[in-house]
């Protein structure tokens, strides 16, 4: 496995690569970040940002998405995968935002699982990116690289990746480092054409050495 020294090598590889990496989500508060997280799973970040504007404008707040009718929430969100669910979905975390949590985003992980359509990796994202709250999501780009990077073992769950990423990075790092690797992952190592041969982390990568 890659040591802990080797990871922040890797980390400030891809960096240098992708210095600006952030999210790409369109939000303008933490109560839109929620909802377009939940709308982004199985979905790229195009395609929701693509529905939001016309989602948010007429239901920009939980009370509001709380009481709209499903069949026109499927109606503007139809153009991206699942949408049926996740319609349901988005209007019962508003309800609940709006019973529950005085229709304010939690701030609490344990919380923001309670919403329907909220896993872990949500809720880290909100966390990390509403609150500045130190959490890594570990979404298929993230567990792809550290998997080909052997940061961890081929077999490691989503869980076993994030405690190890957030084992050898440093904490102030986290967030930062879930960007880079999103990007390095979306746009550079990707699943089916990765650039290896042009990779500055091709020496430390398996992966890419028998690939090519």
Known sequence: ML???????????MANLFPNAKKELNANNPFELLIAVILSAQTTDVAVNKV???LFADYPTPDALANANI?????KIRAIGLYRNKAKNIVASSQMLVN???EEVPHSHSDLMKL???GRKTANVVLADAFGIFR???????ERIAKRLQIVKQSASALEVEEMLMKNIPKN???????????FGRYHCTAK????????????????QTKN
């Open 193 to 208: 054409k990765p650039k290896c041969i042009k990779c500055s982390l091709l020496k430390m990568c398996k992966f890419g």
């Open 3 to 13: 040591s802990k020294k080797r990871t922040i090598q890797a980390l400030s590889e």
């Open 71 to 75: 069949s026109d929430i499927m109606e």
């Open 52 to 54: 939001t504007p016309l």
């Open 116 to 118: 329907p359509g909220v």
């Open 136 to 142: 890594i999501a570990v979404d298929t780009h993230v």
């Open 173 to 183: 790092l986290w967030i930062k480092a879930h960007h880079t690797m999103i990007f």
């Open 100 to 102: 529950e949590f005085n």
